[in-house]
């Protein structure tokens, strides 16, 4: 059989499309690529919003109940002076600490426990929680392992005070990890835990009306 040495030509419109599907194929390729990339952002960006969101629920409620002690310390300073102007004294920075007022971080756990109840709240998701609730920044790695290490140590001061807190493990793809969570306790059980509290050392005080005081 000759050789043809006689190259075939691609017709026009065949070559069109074939370039032009090479086009597409290139377009689906570098979305391929960047998909990972924009998902990731829109995560930390939805985080980032809903944090944002929630410190300003937060802010709002604050100012509320700011506003109403302030007008009751300025009632009360009239009371004993009228002559005084509530606001000589100007404004003052008061301390608070990375989780805000002293006892505020035991008592959102307590809290954010006894509202999921009776279901249980993996560790690490109330490390997260915690983040948002206090505006901490998850990606300072540093103090991360000092965050885990405090709301661990909370929880565990916590259950020696509140018997209806109770550790428990979940499982997340096919690893077990600690979790808590709140579940009514008899009168009974509570007596055993406060007992239990006292002979361990850690006998929690109480406030002038005989309630027992949070410690953060």
């Known amino acids: 059989m000759p050789y043809n040495s006689t190259p075939l030509r691609t017709p026009p419109a065949l070559k069109w499309l074939?370039?032009?599907?090479?086009a597409i194929a290139g377009a689906l390729a570098r979305n391929a690529k960047s998909l990972p990339r924009l998902r990731s952002e829109s995560e930390r960006a939805a985080k980032t919003l809903a944090r944002a969101?929630?410190?300003?629920?937060?802010i709002a409620r604050q100012d509320v109940e700011y506003a109403q002690q302030l007008a009751a310390m300025d009632t009360t300073i009239a009371l004993v002076d009228t002559t005084v102007n509530p606001s000589v004294a100007g404004t003052v920075a008061a301390w608070a600490g990375r989780y805000g007022r002293r006892g505020e971080l035991a008592r959102y756990l307590r809290d954010a426990l006894r509202s999921a109840s009776p279901h249980l709240i993996p560790t690490a998701a109330l490390v997260d929680m915690v983040d948002v609730h206090f505006s901490l920044d998850p990606s300072?790695?540093?103090?991360?392992?000092?965050r885990r290490d405090t709301i661990r140590s909370r929880l565990?001061?916590?259950?020696?005070r509140h018997p209806e807190i109770q550790l428990g493990c979940v499982q997340v793809r096919g690893c077990a990890h600690s979790a808590w969570c709140w579940k009514p306790v008899t009168n009974l059980d509570r007596l055993r835990a406060l007992a239990n509290a006292q002979e361990s050392g850690h006998d929690p005080p109480v406030d002038a009306a005989g309630g027992r005081v949070d410690r953060q």
């Open 156 to 160: 565990v001061q916590l259950q020696k």
């Open 140 to 146: 300072v790695s540093t103090v991360l392992k000092d």
């Open 53 to 58: 969101k929630h410190q300003l629920g937060v």
């Open 18 to 22: 074939l370039n032009e599907r090479a």
